[in-house]
């Protein structure tokens, strides 16, 4: 009987199934797309699984300039981790029917699935600070739960006036501790704690004053503003903004002299590299600058 339950511990083959991203790429911008409202575009690990295969797919092209992280228009951009997959796949009648070994090896097989979810988010989160090119999160409704530590992950948020941010896993009997981690890093320990501690949403205008997201702007304007950072993005040097990000992300980890010592090491390599001189000679001559791109 435990072979015949077990077995759908496992059903989480991405074989034979349509993906739940769209991906489309144009003029050197890459928008992956949360595509299954029908679960409020959960995290399950089918669509972390297409997230990060969209996100890391090619990244070596040296005309990809920007990723786009948004959703199908919906009231949720996402819920979070899907909850079914947490709970497993037992009836909650098998464990009258079996002996307390086989309840042990149901256990383990549970703590397999789970530990295999919050692996591919974990890979997922760094995939996202070590692609090599800014990731953008385009919010218009509610990131919750592991929603809103995937919009924590990105180097920049743009968000609708109508979208909404909380991390309310303890209601559920989940401390949201994986969501945190993003969040702590983005916004003060005061305003993480609240949002942790409570579940209480904190509004789009609150993310703005916290820090969680870089922008808010009218619905009707999100497309267009995302368009603008985009293109003032494309315009720079890839490499340029390579290095810049790789430091960006190490140096937040660093005490304050290190990071200085680091960051002139940073400055001086950028300045011997093609682009660097270019930048500085196309100033110098007063025109634009002819980007090579080379690492």
């Not at 256990?107 to 090599?132: C, Q, S, Y």
């Not at 916290?210 to 009707?220: A, I």
């Not at 720079?236 to 190490?250: D, T, Y």
Request: charge should be positive; hydrophobic fraction near 40%; include cysteine.
């Amino acid at each position: 009987m435990f072979r015949i339950f077990a077995t759908n511990l496992r059903q989480f083959s991405s074989s034979a199934r349509s993906k739940l991203t769209l991906c489309s790429e144009k003029d050197g911008v890459r928008n992956i797309v949360l595509n299954n409202p029908k679960t409020r575009n959960s995290l399950s690990l089918e669509m972390m699984n297409d997230i990060l295969g969209d996100l890391t797919h090619n990244l070596e092209d040296k005309s990809l300039r920007v990723i786009v992280l948004s959703s199908v228009e919906s009231p949720v951009f996402s819920a979070g981790h899907n909850l079914k997959e947490l709970v497993g796949k037992l009836p909650y009648l098998f464990f009258f029917f079996c002996n307390v070994d086989q309840k042990f090896q149901a256990a383990e097989k549970g703590e397999e699935v789970h530990r295999e979810v919050f692996n591919v988010a974990n890979k997922l989160m760094m995939a996202m600070i070590e692609a090599p090119v800014p990731v953008i999160g385009k919010v218009n409704g509610l990131a919750a739960a592991a929603g809103c530590q995937l919009i924590a992950n990105c180097d920049m948020v743009i968000c609708s006036s109508k979208s909404s941010f909380s991390t309310p896993g303890a209601t559920f009997g989940v401390f949201c501790s994986t969501p945190g981690v993003a969040v702590a890093r983005k916004v003060s320990r005061m305003k993480a704690a609240q949002m942790l501690f409570t579940g209480l949403p904190i509004s789009a205008q609150e993310a703005l004053s916290c820090g969680l997201v870089s922008s808010v702007v009218p619905p009707e304007e999100l497309d267009a503003e995302v368009d603008r950072i985009c293109q003032a993005i494309s315009s720079k040097s890839r490499s340029v903004i390579a290095l810049g990000k790789k430091f960006f992300h190490q140096q937040v980890e660093m005490g304050t002299k290190e990071a200085f010592e680091a960051a002139g090491e940073v400055m001086v390599r950028n300045l011997s590299e093609p682009d660097g001189q270019e930048g500085v000679r196309s100033f110098v001559e007063k025109r634009k600058p002819i980007w090579t791109h080379k690492d």
